[in-house]
Nanobody, 115 residues
Framework: QVQLVESGGGLVQAGGSLRLSCAAS????????MGWYRQAPGKQRDLVAN???????NYADSVKGRFTISRDNNENTVYLQMNSLKPEDTAVYYC?????????WGQGTQVTVSS
C-alpha cells in the first residue's frame, strides 16, 4: 500500500525554483516527523529538511536560506519550496515519514538543475 506520493520534480535552470509535494495517508501524516532526503549519483542519501508534528523544522546547512519545508495538516501534505537552485542540488529527492520506530519512504522524484 503506497503511503507517500511525491510530485513536483523536474528540470530547472540555476537560480530557479521548484516546489516538491509529498502526499501522505492520514495515519502516516498525523503520527510522524516528515521530511526530505536527497541522493545524487554515486553519493549517499543525505537529509535536506524535516518538520515535526508541532511544526519545528531542521535544515541541512547547504540549503538554509534557500529551501523551506512546510506541512498542511488539512491536506496531509508536506511541501519543500526550493529557491535559488544550484546545479549541486541535482538529485533524487525522497520524502520520508519517521514514527520514532520505523521510517517510510516515497518513491523519489528527480530534480535536475542546469547551469
Amino acid at each position: 500500500q503506497v503511503q507517500l506520493v511525491e510530485s513536483g520534480g523536474g528540470l530547472v535552470q540555476a537560480g530557479g525554483s521548484l516546489r516538491l509535494s509529498c502526499a501522505a495517508s492520514r495515519s502516516v501524516f498525523s503520527r510522524n516527523e516528515m521530511g526530505w532526503y536527497r541522493q545524487a549519483p554515486g553519493k549517499q542519501r543525505d537529509l535536506v529538511a524535516n518538520i515535526g508534528r508541532g511544526g519545528g523544522t531542521n535544515y541541512a546547512d547547504s540549503v538554509k536560506g534557500r529551501f523551506t519545508i512546510s506541512r498542511d495538516n488539512n491536506e496531509n501534505t508536506v511541501y519543500l519550496q526550493m529557491n535559488s537552485l544550484k546545479p549541486e542540488d541535482t538529485a533524487v529527492y525522497y520524502c520520508y515519514a519517521y514514527s520514532g520506530l520505523t521510517t517510510k519512504w516515497g518513491q523519489g522524484t528527480q530534480v535536475t538543475v542546469s547551469s
